[in-house]
């Protein structure tokens, strides 16, 4: 499942290793450019201009070292002149990445699949300014397994179980577990407690991009979200839920919560952005992925895991 991001008319993202001109390395696959169909200029100019979080220098010295390629795997130089949808690929690196401190436990692990119990604050894929400290380039480097891809994402703020595949052979049998809604997961959350909401309640709702990048909102329209939630202990002001999504929505549980006056304990987002120092982790967000259950479409067999990770006590 690479992750893409748009700039302008550039595509970036992690290159798939069955067409990567450039080898794992680290952990990490490459990633890859798509340039537009027009420009000037040499191809150090265009990457300087549309990917500035890398310095000129940095992509000229990169260049100079074959640490660029294209995608007939020629190195790219900085004189190089700028070609309509050329594919280009290189390393991500980030300077003084911060190292998370929490380390992640493997619950399950056969020829298939893997299934990780991640901590707070590590992102699943690498992004921004994470690559090294990130569960997938972890897993992959730990475990040795090059093909090793997460099936689906929780956020980085999010701590609990991720599953993986192991192999891109039998990828997709379980990809269409998701897609089928043929995973049954429940999450647990600390968030106010209202006396006047009832519980348990099934909440449907219409969520959109915010505007804000990478938020999400609640706007009228025909729901397209689907939570089940169930209380599971008071202690006022603040109360434990069960929170099991039927739908996949980014940030559902956060944004669900937030706008029935529940905003989970420690978000930073939901319902107001929030400074939140890097490299402060006396805050995390009180959301667990506590349990996944399947039946395996290859063996057949009920698979149910269970997170060992707890929350916070509510006093």
């Known amino acids: 499942m690479p992750s893409s ?13 069955t067409t990567a001109v450039l080898p794992m390395r680290a952990g990490l ?3 890859c450019v798509a340039l537009p169909a027009s420009g000037s200029g040499t191809l150090l100019d265009f990457l300087a201009q549309h990917l500035p979080g890398i310095e000129r ?3 000229q010295q ?3 070292t074959g640490q660029v390629v294209d995608a007939r795997g020629q190195t790219v130089t900085p004189q190089r002149p700028f070609e309509a949808h050329l594919r280009l690929y290189y390393y991500r690196e980030v300077a003084n990445e911060l190292v998370i401190p929490f380390q992640e436990e493997v619950l399950y692990q056969d020829a298939h699949l893997l299934v990780a119990d991640k901590p707070h604050f590590l992102p699943v894929v690498p992004a921004g300014r994470y690559v090294q400290q990130t569960l997938l380039v972890r897993l992959r480097q730990r475990l040795g397994l090059p093909e090793l891809s997460p099936l689906h994402r929780i956020d980085r703020e ?3 179980l991720v599953l993986f595949s192991v192999q891109r052979a039998t990828r997709g049998l379980y990809q269409n577990l998701f897609r089928d809604r043929a995973i049954v997961k429940h999450y647990e959350a600390v968030a106010p407690w209202r006396p006047e909401l ?3 309640r099934q909440h ?7 505007g804000q990048f990478f938020l999400m909102h609640e706007v009228p329209g025909p729901p397209n979200s689907h939570t089940q939630m169930e209380l599971l202990e008071v202690a006022a002001p603040w109360a434990r839920y069960r929170l099991s999504p039927i739908t996949g929505k980014r940030h559902q549980l ?6 029935l006056g529940l905003p989970l304990r420690y978000d930073a987002f939901y319902p107001q952005v929030q400074d939140q120092p890097e490299g402060d982790f006396s805050r995390p967000l009180q959301l667990l992925a506590r349990a996944l259950a399947f039946t395996d479409p290859l063996s057949g067999q009920l698979h149910q895991f269970v997170s060992q990770r707890q929350l916070l006590p509510l006093a």
Request: charged share 15%; proline share 5%.
């Open 5 to 17: 991001i748009s700039n302008a008319n550039t595509t970036t993202s992690t290159a798939n290793t």
């Open 29 to 31: 696959n490459p990633s």
């Open 57 to 59: 220098s940095q992509w």
């Open 62 to 64: 990169r260049m100079e």
């Open 158 to 160: 999010t701590a609990g």
């Open 198 to 200: 009832e519980f348990p």
């Open 204 to 210: 449907h709702s219409r969520l959109t991009e915010s």
């Open 254 to 259: 956060r944004v669900q919560m937030a706008a």
